[in-house]
């Protein structure tokens, strides 16, 4: 029997939840301003997404948009297979114009996810939907369930504000302040769910923004939380939840036990972090909790108005239902976050002073199967600003939030224990990390001018970004990469995925540059970088920077002059081939710019 007949028998034992995504532009309107999004199937906003618990979750993705694409399911550890977790130029290569990719995704988890892409902020054009992971038997039993994707929305293309927002003309770093906020990728106003009385109702909040902040609440209703990121835990009622981007959150609802009057849901943006506010922003977002058709909102609305007195959530009070006591730490990595004008004048937001962007050439993980020895060689991942953790390190994040707005900070692959948080100046001295089952997560937000530890097991060998989850931040470097166990990852890549990297101008081995071993001549840093020297061989390397122009300064004279020499005699082949080369070199170069 063939492997491939090996391989399908055993997958036949499983089932699989398969979806067919064809990306595309689609013309929609969901705010009164037309303008094109990215959709699937030639449909806006994108299917929501559902999976049983053991099954196997299947994408055949197409890509028909003009740009390269890859697609991440957030929050799935995806052990064994982390080239399926699609941050592009790290797991994979980006999914070239007209090719496929299928996501084929074991599920070993449940709770509530979502799906979105994952390079170049192409999700702020609308590329995000839901993703639902089922078990047998939920932990907590209700009659009813909703899904509540919140998100904001442009009036304009993602690639229009990123050269805005990058730009030098922008040296503060002003980030675009969204146009509407939606909910279930409707305008505010337009979303009814409706109740039945005494009924229980699920509500999986997922918020799905770019930049904004929401506060989410139900006049006249408790929401008793059961599930915080795919991690059940004990009920804890509150009036008010705050979601960052990426956050999700579960509450149980109880209807009321009259149809007398309908209520007002609340996703409120929070407007903290926005320069100013547009013409045209309604902060408060509104749906309408329908228990009668016929009925508008009557005096309890008035009188049950949440914003009197609420009690808003604090997520360190969520205990897990699975226990897992604090872990010891054996490796403390400090992350301070800083942003900064760099010298080629754009504004860049980083951890230690080191911008994140994508590795120029070879995506991270195939440098981390190819490298041999050198695999534990962080400055060979060039600007993906590698952290190398071993196997089964204990690990504590403290990042330190010295800016004036909140981040949410995501980590890919695994869930982190919240060990602490607190203000500013960090002092371990007065630090009590004692809960004895610490809430688990995996985005946390950090308010200005405090520190968070986060604490997780090296578990998970590949390669795993850390990054804070407005996409305006990650597009301007707030992330690292945790080349975690390199010398334990145990599988091979797909051949498909080498393939695309070949199509897209990529390579398939050695470092960030491209080249076996430690050659990292030619590569270019992000501007600013050098000054802070993350080569320990930096002075080395320098003279090899000036050996290499020199040497390419005389590579051109000598081309020009042989250039000279064939226009006697014109040859096409020789002329198609560097039509080839230049048009490679586009491509590459917009594939790298420093966007995920
Ligand atoms: C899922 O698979 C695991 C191990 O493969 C097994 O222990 C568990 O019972 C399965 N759960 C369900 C719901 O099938
Ligand atoms: C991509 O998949 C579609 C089916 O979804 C198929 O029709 C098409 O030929 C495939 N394209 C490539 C380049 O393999
Ligand atoms: C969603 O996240 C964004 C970005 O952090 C935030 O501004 C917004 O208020 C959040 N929405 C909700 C409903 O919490
Ligand atoms: C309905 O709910 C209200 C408030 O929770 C309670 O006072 C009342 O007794 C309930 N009525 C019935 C018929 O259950
Ligand atoms: C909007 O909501 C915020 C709280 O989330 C509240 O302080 C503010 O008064 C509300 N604004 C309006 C116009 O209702
Ligand atoms: C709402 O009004 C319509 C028409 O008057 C009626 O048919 C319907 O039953 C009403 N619905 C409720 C929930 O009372
Ligand atoms: C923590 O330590 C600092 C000194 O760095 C001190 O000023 C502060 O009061 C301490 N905080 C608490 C809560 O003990
Ligand atoms: C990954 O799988 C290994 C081996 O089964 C297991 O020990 C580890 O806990 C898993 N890690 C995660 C994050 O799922
Ligand atoms: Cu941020």
């Known amino acids: 029997m063939s492997l491939q007949l090996i391989l399908l028998s055993t997958f036949a034992l499983f089932q699989a939840a398969t979806y067919n995504w064809d990306i595309t532009y689609v013309k929609v309107n969901p705010t009164g301003t037309p303008r094109r999004a990215i959709g699937v199937n030639g449909a806006w906003p994108p299917p929501p997404l559902e999976v049983l618990l053991n099954d196997t979750f299947i994408v055949n993705v197409k890509n028909s948009l003009d740009i390269p694409t890859a697609l991440h399911a957030h929050g799935l550890f995806h052990n064994g297979t982390s080239y399926f977790d699609g941050a592009a130029g790290i797991t994979q290569c980006p999914i070239p114009p007209g090719a496929n990719f299928t996501y084929t995704i074991p599920i070993k988890q449940h709770g509530t996810y979502w799906f979105h892409a994952h390079l170049m902020g192409q999700y702020i054009d609308g590329l995000r939907t839901s993703l639902i992971l089922r078990p047998p038997k939920e932990a907590y039993t209700y009659d009813e369930e909703y899904i509540i994707s919140l998100s904001d929305w442009y009036n304009d293309e993602h690639s229009v504000l990123i050269d805005q927002f990058l730009s030098v003309y922008n040296p503060i770093g002003i980030e675009p302040v969204p146009n509407k906020g939606l909910i279930n990728h409707k305008a505010s106003g337009s979303e009814k769910f409706k109740f039945v009385p005494e009924k229980t109702y699920r509500l999986r909040i997922i918020n799905m923004s770019a930049f904004a902040m929401f506060a989410f609440s139900i006049d006249g209703h408790d929401l008793e939380v059961i599930e915080v990121e795919g991690v059940d835990t004990n009920k804890l009622t509150v009036q008010t939840l705050e979601l960052s981007a990426a956050q999700r959150y579960s509450v149980l609802v109880k209807a ?155 980590l890919h692959g695994h869930v982190f224990q919240v060990a602490a948080r607190g203000e500013l100046p960090y002092n371990p001295a007065n630090v009590t990390a004692d809960a004895a089952n610490p809430l688990r997560r995996d985005t946390v937000i950090i308010p200005p001018a405090s520190y968070v530890t986060l604490r997780f097991v090296a578990d998970n060998p590949g390669p795993w970004l850390f990054h804070c989850h407005i996409e305006w931040h990650l597009q301007s470097g707030l992330g690292v990469t945790f080349i975690e166990a390199p010398e334990a990852i145990k599988y091979d890549i797909p051949q498909f995925i080498k393939d695309q990297c070949t199509v897209g101008g990529y390579g398939i081995e050695g470092n960030a540059n491209g080249k076996l071993g430690i050659d990292m001549v030619g590569y270019i840093f992000t501007p600013g970088l050098m000054q802070y020297g993350i080569f320990t061989k930096g002075i080395i390397s320098l003279v090899f920077c000036i050996f290499s122009a020199v040497v390419g300064i005389i590579t051109i004279i000598w081309f020009a002059y042989d250039d000279i020499e064939n226009s006697k005699q014109p040859d096409t082949a020789e002329a198609n081939v560097n039509d080839n080369e230049i048009n490679d070199t586009i491509t590459n170069e917009e594939a790298i710019s420093p966007v995920v």
Do not use: C
């Open 256 to 410: 009321k036990n009259t149809t007398d009057t309908n209520y007002l849901l609340h996703a409120d943006l929070l407007p903290d972090m926005f320069n100013s506010i547009p013409d045209g922003l309604e902060l408060n977002l509104t749906a309408t909790i329908q228990y009668n058709e016929n009925n508008t909102f009557g005096e309890a609305y008035a009188a049950a108005n949440p914003l009197v007195a609420s009690v808003v959530l604090n997520d360190m009070d969520l205990i897990p239902l699975e226990v897992i006591p604090p872990f010891k730490p054996t490796r403390q990595i400090s992350l301070e976050v800083v942003f900064q004008t760099h010298e080629d004048g754009k504004n860049y937001g980083t951890f230690n002073n080191r911008p994140f962007e994508l590795p120029k050439n070879t995506p991270t993980v195939l440098s981390a199967l190819t490298l041999g020895d050198q695999k534990t060689n962080a400055a060979l991942y060039g600007n993906a600003q590698a952290y190398i953790l071993k196997h089964m390190e204990v690990i504590e994040l403290l990042v330190l939030n010295t800016d004036g707005g909140s981040h949410p900070f995501h």
